[in-house]
């Protein structure tokens, strides 16, 4: 029967994945990122209501 027995460069490969567990789960606790969509940062502009895209008002 084969014993595997890690070799100091599975050692380093363990610790980076790990490494990069904890960060990734750090960031996934931050708030998600601001994207503007649904945010009113201006009133509509005031139209005719008879107006249609093409004519000028």
């Known amino acids: ?3 595997y027995r890690p070799l100091p460069a599975d050692h ?3 610790e980076y ?3 990069i567990a ?4 750090e960031l996934l ?3 998600p990122p ?3 969509l649904g ?3 201006h009133e509509p502009f005031q139209g005719d209501g008879d107006a249609t895209p ?4």
């Open 17 to 19: 994945m790990r490494r």
């Open 22 to 25: 904890r960060e990734s789960r």
């Open 39 to 41: 945010r009113r940062t």
């Open 54 to 57: 093409n004519e000028e008002r």
């Open 12 to 14: 380093d490969t363990v």
């Open 1 to 3: 029967m084969t014993v």
């Open 34 to 36: 601001d994207t503007f």
């Open 29 to 31: 606790k931050q708030s």
